[in-house]
């Protein structure tokens, strides 16, 4: 259990913000007879001739019902990348707080951190086991740090992340702690989400874009305290969550079928893929995977990604990484595609 005073930690422009009011704010009745003349929109029915609901709510209240949370604690962002921009703008004062995040992990938290002029510190994982160095954490949080991003399972090193490992960082931390579970649901480990009425100081992240196959409507989540939510909600662009975007979403999360479609095959392939892995001998290690792709250790990384390129197959090169030297990262692909990617791998390891 843990409650700290979200509202003291924003930023105080952002405490003092007035938002935008569109013209679906301050008129919300979006079922009845009448004639909108409020918006400036075209009045002919083109399907899209109207804004979309800033507040997504058919949208949340079909994720509140499937995840268990309540309306008020859900944000819809365009991809979790604008999510993680959202909170970093709402709570780091630039060239003032810091952020830190672990190493190697999402490129996007630096990048997002660079953008805004908040200094962002980078905890390295242990090397054994990519576990949390919590001492190393606590010993780099200062006052001025607000948020703490953890990735779990983490990318690129494909694990989940120690729950009591996180629970420390959670309870000893008091700023936000972003869980990113961009590959939640390819674990058999629980989600975060489950904690949030115990602690108001998490954030959990989940994306349309991995196990639901849609990356390319661009829908990622945010659930949390109602007011770390009221709070983004502030800020974010009225009409971030286009028209086409929550009518897929719509349909799609009211499909039970769908995503278990999707995914039924991941962790068999997974498997094969990992034991046709060791056995090349290219490769110095595979490392374990509660996610949708593989990180291996290979002798020579760039050496290797040319050889599977030239095959017309793209990996990705993580060997700049920190911890990761000399590491690709493969995606577990169709069945069809991961059979051709073995024989690929089998040649090149009999070349070698
Ligand atoms: C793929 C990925 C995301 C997804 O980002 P979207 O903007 O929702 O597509 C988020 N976090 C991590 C760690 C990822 O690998």
Redesign the pocket.
């Known amino acids: 259990m843990k409650t700290i005073d979200i509202g003291s930690l924003f930023r105080n422009n952002i405490k003092n913000l007035k938002p935008y009011t569109s013209a679906r704010d301050e008129f919300k009745e979006i079922t009845g007879d009448f004639i909108f003349l409020d918006a400036n929109e075209n009045p002919f029915d083109t399907g899209f001739n109207r804004y979309p609901d800033p507040q997504q709510r058919k949208l949340k209240k079909v994720f509140s019902e499937l995840k268990r949370v309540n309306e008020d604690q859900i944000l819809f ?8 921009d959202l909170i970093i703008r709402a709570f780091c004062e630039p060239g003032i707080d810091n952020v830190l995040s672990i190493s190697p ?2 490129g ?1 938290y630096e990048v997002l951190a660079n953008i805004n002029n908040v200094e962002y510190k980078k905890s390295l994982l242990n090397s054994l086991d990519f576990s949390l160095n919590l001492n190393d954490i606590f010993a780099q949080i200062n006052d001025n740090t607000k948020l703490v991003f953890l ?1 779990s399972p ?2 690129p090193t494909g694990q989940i992340l120690n729950f009591d490992d996180v629970k420390r960082v959670v309870e000893g931390f008091d700023g936000i702690v972003i869980i ?1 579970e ?2 939640i649901d390819f674990s058999t480990e629980k989600s975060w989400l489950k904690m949030l009425s115990q602690y108001n100081n998490i954030i959990v ?1 989940q ?4 196990a639901f196959g849609l ?1 390319g409507i ?3 989540i945010a659930y949390a305290s109602a007011q770390i939510i009221a709070g983004l909600n502030k800020i974010k662009p009225p009409y971030n969550i286009n028209q086409l975007t929550q009518e897929k979403a719509l349909s799609v999360m009211i499909d039970k079928s769908y995503s278990k479609n999707l995914n039924t095959c991941n962790s068999i392939e997974k498997n094969l893929l990992y034991k046709a892995l060791v056995k090349l001998n290219f490769v110095l290690k595979v490392y374990p995977s509660d996610s949708n792709f593989i990180l291996i250790k290979v002798t020579n990384a760039n050496e290797i990604y040319d050889k599977i390129l030239k095959k017309g197959i793209v990996v990705r090169n993580r060997t700049k990484d920190d911890l990761c030297e000399n590491c690709l990262r493969i995606s577990i692909g169709t069945p069809d595609q991961n059979r051709i990617l073995i024989d690929v791998l089998k040649s090149i390891s009999e070349s070698e």
């Not at 962002?77 to 993680?84: K, M, Q």
């Open positions: 962002g365009n991809g979790s990348d604008e999510v993680l992990s999402y996007m990735c983490n990318n990113d961009a590959y992240t994306t349309l874009s991995k990356a661009r829908l990622g």
